[in-house]
């Protein structure tokens, strides 16, 4: 009985500790993100696209869906790469996800077409 | 009796741990946030006022996650620079004291995130880094500072292998080594901005949005010692 109690109010302060579980997951982002912004090379560009399709493929966050802005960044990186439907159709998918992200996501669109 | 007292010395060690000591709830601290009820949120280039011309990139490939991670949407880095380049409104030092307006016309942002790094030092022997950091949330509809806190940060880059004695010691210095420069200051700016933002009220995507009001915001001014572990 005793035990029991003690193992309870164990759990019950870890749980009050612990840090809950990230609404998305995000890979390397950071340090590949960097690289791209630093040197947008080849190689950089290849291992952010990686990284991309890594967030949007093996998502495990709580919410279960893509982060902000993923989709968007992803399409952009592949209009730069010339990869121009690829990256448009990436475009459309963050406003799906994203309605808010509708009004610079059609600026962006505009700029390609010009 | 021996087994009570014990279970109220672990308690209060556990507790300790936890609480912070800002009394302050984050309803009131960040009340802007708690009215306007913002979702979209535009980062802006952070202003380098240090003398190491890097950092400004470190930190702004480490933003969006904690911010996005407590529930806004983060207007996606990559896209933001490009539009901000054309518009011309690149240098966020032009727009810390005006009228935001036009990048809720251009972005439909509800808040900008100004960071200011002040000072950014590397103490080569020790492996530490120094930074100290302003972050200020205005909001883009009332230009009203919704949100500020400024850091003294000392980030200990050593990598710990966990091996005790001199030979612990010698194993911690060459896998340092291996540590590339470039990874060790992104993840300074990374728990930089982990450790800041760990008040944020929490955004529309979160399971807390809206009943976090109670917590306590961390203090305005704070100082801590980060490494690469705290997350």
């Not at chain 1, 759990?11 to 947008?40: D, H, R």
């Not at chain 2, 080594?177 to 008040?199: E, G, H, Q």
Request: glycine share 6%; with cysteine; aromatic share 12%.
């Amino acid at each position: 009985m005793k035990k029991t109690l003690f193992i309870s109010i164990t759990v019950l302060m870890f749980a009050s500790c612990t840090t809950q579980k990230p609404l998305y997951t995000w890979g390397k982002y950071e340090i590949t993100s960097y690289n791209y912004l630093k040197n947008s090379d080849e190689k950089s560009t290849q291992e952010l696209i990686e990284t991309y399709q890594n967030i949007i493929e093996k998502q495990k966050g709580s919410r279960g869906v893509v982060p902000p802005g993923i989709y968007a960044d992803y399409g952009f990186v592949l209009l730069q790469a010339n990869k121009t439907e690829e990256g448009k159709a990436m475009l459309l998918k963050e406003v799906t996800l994203y309605p808010e992200s509708k009004i610079f996501i059609d600026r962006i669109l505009k700029i390609i077409e010009e | 009796m021996k087994n009570i007292l014990l279970i109220i010395v672990i308690a209060g060690a556990f507790f300790s741990s936890c609480t912070t000591t800002a009394p302050i709830a984050k309803s009131v601290a960040y009340k802007g946030i708690y009215d306007e009820k913002p979702l979209t949120i535009l980062l802006m280039p952070p202003i380098n006022r240090s003398t190491n011309v890097e950092s400004k990139e470190y930190f702004h490939s480490t933003l969006n996650i904690p911010i996005a991670n407590a529930g806004f949407y983060v207007i996606p880095t990559f896209l933001s620079m490009e539009i901000l380049k054309k518009e011309s409104a690149y240098d966020a030092e032009l727009f810390l004291n005006s009228p935001l307006t036009k990048f809720g016309e251009v972005f439909g942002a509800d808040l900008a995130v100004f960071t200011i790094i002040h000072k950014w030092d590397k103490s080569g022997l020790a492996a530490k880094v120094y930074v100290q950091v302003e972050y200020i949330i205005k909001s883009i509809k009332t230009n009203e500072i919704v949100y500020t806190r400024t850091g003294d940060v000392t980030y200990d880059a050593s990598v710990s292998t966990g091996a005790g004695g001199a030979w612990g010691a010698l194993a911690d210095i060459a896998a340092s080594a291996i540590n590339t420069a470039a990874t060790k200051y992104v993840d300074v700016a990374r728990a930089c901005n982990a450790y800041t933002f760990k008040d944020l009220p929490a955004g529309k995507y979160s399971p807390t949005y809206g009943t976090d009001g109670e917590l306590p915001a961390g203090k305005k001014i704070f100082k801590a010692n980060l490494n690469s572990k705290y997350r």
